[in-house]
């Protein structure tokens, strides 16, 4: 049986982020930086290795949804 290839992903990102306050006061959650990039290129990232080719979508719903920024 071989491995199934993720080929789309979605990647929810919602809440208003209070439990990390201040730090989330100007900046959402997900963009917070971990060691040297921000959390949610970690997940993105190891999306792309489990697939050869992938969709990905990230959803921000919240007050800061226009804040997340692919580079």
Known sequence: MSAMRVRKAVFPAAGLGTRFLPATKAQPK?????VDKPTIQYVVEEA???GDRIEAEVERIGVLANRVVAP
């Open 30 to 34: 997900e963009m917070l930086p971990l």
């Open 48 to 50: 792309v290795r489990a």
